[in-house]
């Protein structure tokens, strides 16, 4: 089969492809977890700077993206899959390899936008399983696209840990490296998924960030679910942006420590994507596991905002299992209310959801942070962000539960109006 060929629906085998790509895309974003927020330190004196300077590197690149995501997914609607997917794992190839080399804080923002700009890996290979999915499966396929995120962070934070106590600029040269051979592996085996009679007019006004937002909320069948998802993303978009610099201010964490606790993430991840949350499917359904999981996570956030030693945090990691069921549940059962042909303009609209997230809560966290950092590491409200994503999370069951009734959504059903 050659790399230009359709490919037929629900052919188990071409998701491994994408799946290959997707690890070894989060390997080498795993590998700078750790140390990314510690190398901002290297160049301003303070540590309230510290945190307001990576909240303002971390919205740049969450901007870039969310201008860009949109665009990108509905342009892999247009000209396939694939040619979408290799221009991401060049760009952030490029950024990888201009952070690792800046000698000062502008050229960390300088490889952050080209990171932004190229950012769509995750967007379009959630479209590329919708393209070879069936809708009784598409849950699965999704979770093994998070398993396959999982798993780069099983391995790349770790690592990244590792390399980073020796010095904090090695970990994004190997991310430099795996992310070009990333793109060597794509060019050569991820066949396209998208035939041509399936792929709509390309339409200009799709390249509008705020139309991608705008189309979700318009859509009154999924309206509640949209916010219910942006408030699950939101929580989780602010525990990644502050998660290394909380520890570090609160319990005196290095690279290392910061890498097995991501490790711990990772693993839960994989093992409950992977392997259990077809057995949850199965179990709860997807409504009733969804709902499940986002309390979950409340209680996850709580937990952390306050812990007062450090191993608190992987036993909150460890018992957090449902919560990463959730976002797949979520997803599936949006993705079965929409057309084949608008799957990816669904998902990277979705992903632009994540990408406004990205640039609004590091700004609101490091903020948070920052105003606390002074305050010794016992004081509780040094975990206050995190008592904020608790309190959105909460919000988020309650909507979803209020959806679920009012919408008649059934478990393994697409929505009612």
């Given amino acids: 089969m050659t790399s230009t060929t359709a490919l037929p629906k629900s052919t188990p085998g071409n998701l491994n492809f994408v799946l290959v790509c997707i690890f070894i895309d989060m390997l080498g974003i795993g590998l700078i977890v750790p140390v990314m927020p510690l190398l901002v330190g290297q160049f301003v004196p303070a540590r309230e700077d510290h945190a307001l300077w990576f909240g303002v590197l971390a919205a ?5 993206q ?8 509905a342009l892999s609607d247009r000209i396939g899959r694939r040619p979408v997917l290799l221009y991401s794992m060049g760009g952030m190839c490029l950024n990888f390899l201009i952070t690792a080399w800046a000698p000062s804080l502008f050229w960390l923002f300088v490889g952050r936008m080209i990171g932004g700009m190229s950012s769509a890996s995750m967007s379009v290979a959630s479209a590329y399983a919708s393209d070879i999915s069936t809708k009784d499966n598409r849950a699965r396929s999704f979770g093994k696209i998070g398993a396959a995120f999982g ?8 690592l990244g840990g590792l390399l980073g106590n020796n010095d904090l600029h090695l970990p994004f040269y190997v991310a430099a490296l795996l992310g070009f051979a990333n ?10 998924s998208l035939a041509p009679g399936q792929r709509p007019p390309f339409d200009w006004k799709r390249l509008n960030p705020l139309a991608a937002l705008l189309r979700l909320v318009r859509r009154t069948d999924i309206r509640g679910l949209v916010l ?3 408030l699950v993303t939101f929580g989780q978009m602010m525990l990644q942006s502050t998660w290394v610099l909380y520890t570090t201010f609160r319990f005196d964490w290095t690279p290392r420590d910061n890498g097995i606790a991501l490790f711990c993430v990772g693993l839960v991840s994989a093992v409950v994507q992977a392997g259990l949350l077809a057995v949850l499917i199965r179990r ?15 209680l996850a956030f709580l937990g952390y905002a306050l812990a007062t030693q450090g191993w608190m945090m992987y036993a909150i990691i460890l018992c957090n299992v449902l919560a990463f069921a959730a976002t797949p549940a979520l997803q599936a059962i ?18 632009s959801i994540s990408s406004l997230g990205v640039i609004v809560t590091p700004l609101l966290g490091t903020a948070i942070l920052a105003g606390v950092s002074h305050l010794p590491p016992g004081d509780w409200r ?5 008592l904020l994503c608790a309190a959105m999370q909460a919000v988020a069951v309650v909507v979803a539960w209020r959806y679920f009734r009012t919408h008649r959504v059934h478990d393994n059903q697409a929505v009612e109006a």
């Fill in 382 to 386: 040094i975990g206050s962000h995190f």
């Fill in 183 to 192: 793109l060597v592996y794509g060019y050569f085996f991820v066949p396209e």
């Fill in 228 to 230: 219910v998802i942006t």
């Fill in 66 to 73: 969310f201008l860009f995501m949109p665009a990108l997914g």
């Fill in 334 to 351: 949006v993705s079965k209310a929409t057309p084949a042909g608008q799957q990816g303009e669904l998902m990277g609209s979705l992903q």
């Fill in 284 to 298: 709860f359904g997807e409504v009733r596991l969804s709902l499940m999981g986002i309390t979950s996570g409340s």
């Fill in 60 to 64: 740049t690149f969450g901007l870039l």
């Fill in 151 to 158: 798993l780069g962070f099983i391995c790349g934070p770790m």
